[in-house]
C-alpha cells in the first residue's frame, strides 16, 4: 500500500479516503458519482476560493509534457455546479491538461460546501513545496480567521509542527517590501526571520543591503553582530520596575526586561526556542 502524504491526511480529515472511500453526506438527495471518472476539461470551472496567487509558467510546462508522456497520475478532485463542475483541488494539473492539449481529466466528484470547498482547497495548497512561504502564509490566517483554526489544530491537519505554523504565520509581520521579495523568492526564509528580529527601519535597510550584495543568511547574521552595539548595564532599577518585570515574567512564561527611562525605553522578551516563542506569541494575542 503506498504511504499516505500529510495532504492525504488532511483531505482524509475533510471528506475522508477519496481514492477508496466515498464521502456519505446526508443532506444530498442526488448524490454525485465519487469515484474516479474521466470528465471533459470544458466543463469544469475555475475554483472561486483558491488561495494560490501565482503559478510557475516553466513548471507548469514542464508538468504538461509529463501528463502528456504518462497521462494525469493523480485525479483532481471537483464538485458538481449546474450542469458542469467547479474545480476544488489541482488546480497545477487541470492548467496542465489543458496545456498538453487534454479534452478530458480523471477526476473525483464529491459532494460539499462552499465552505469545505475554501477550507479544501487551502489545505492542499499550503502543503505544496512549490508554493512561496507567503501564499502558504496567508492559506494558515485564512484558516485561522475564517474557521477558527487553532495553531494546534492546522498543525495536526497538514501533519507540521505547530512551530512551523507559527513562524509561518509570522510572515506576514513583515513589511510589504519584505513579503514581496520573499514571494519573489529573492530572500529566504531565514533571511525573513533575522529581519523579523529587528525594528521597522532597521529591517527595511537591512533588507535592501542583503538585495545589493546578495547576503546569504549567515553573511546578514554577521553584519549585525558586527555593527551591534554593547549593551550598557542599567542603574539600580526600582521596586517598582523589579516588581512588574516579576510579574510579567510570570505571566508570559519568559524572562521579561524593563529598561526604562523618565518614561521611555523598552521592554524585552527573551525565549530560547521557537516554541517558548510560540507560547508568548499565543498568550499576546488572547
Known sequence: MAKKTSLNKGLEALLGDTASQPTKTSKSKNKPNQESNEILISTIKANQFQPRTEFDEKALLQLSESIKEHGVVQPILVRGLNKGFELIAGERRLRASKLAGLKKIPAVVVDVSNVQSLEIAILENV????????????????????????????????????????????????????????????????????????????????????????????????????????????????????????????????????????????????????????????????
Open 127 to 286: 502543503q505544496r513545496e512549490d508554493l512561496n512561504p507567503i501564499d502558504v502564509s496567508m492559506g494558515y490566517q485564512r484558516l485561522k480567521n475564517e474557521f477558527g483554526y487553532t495553531q494546534e489544530e492546522m498543525a495536526k491537519k497538514v501533519g507540521k509542527p505547530r512551530s512551523s505554523i507559527a513562524n509561518s504565520l509570522r510572515l506576514l509581520s513583515l513589511s510589504t517590501k519584505a513579503q514581496t521579495e520573499l514571494k519573489k523568492g529573492n530572500i529566504s526564509e531565514g533571511h525573513a526571520k533575522v529581519l523579523l528580529g529587528l525594528e521597522s527601519t532597521k529591517a527595511e535597510s537591512m533588507l535592501k543591503e542583503i538585495l545589493k550584495q546578495n547576503l546569504s543568511v549567515r553573511d546578514l547574521e554577521k553584519m549585525l553582530h558586527s555593527k551591534q552595539p554593547l549593551i550598557t548595564k542599567k542603574q539600580s532599577k526600582t521596586r517598582d520596575e523589579l516588581n512588574l518585570e516579576s510579574a510579567l515574567s510570570s505571566k508570559l512564561g519568559s524572562k521579561v526586561i524593563i529598561d526604562d527611562k523618565d518614561g521611555k525605553g523598552r521592554l524585552l522578551i527573551k525565549y530560547y526556542s521557537y516554541d517558548e516563542l510560540d507560547g508568548i506569541i499565543e498568550k499576546i494575542s488572547l
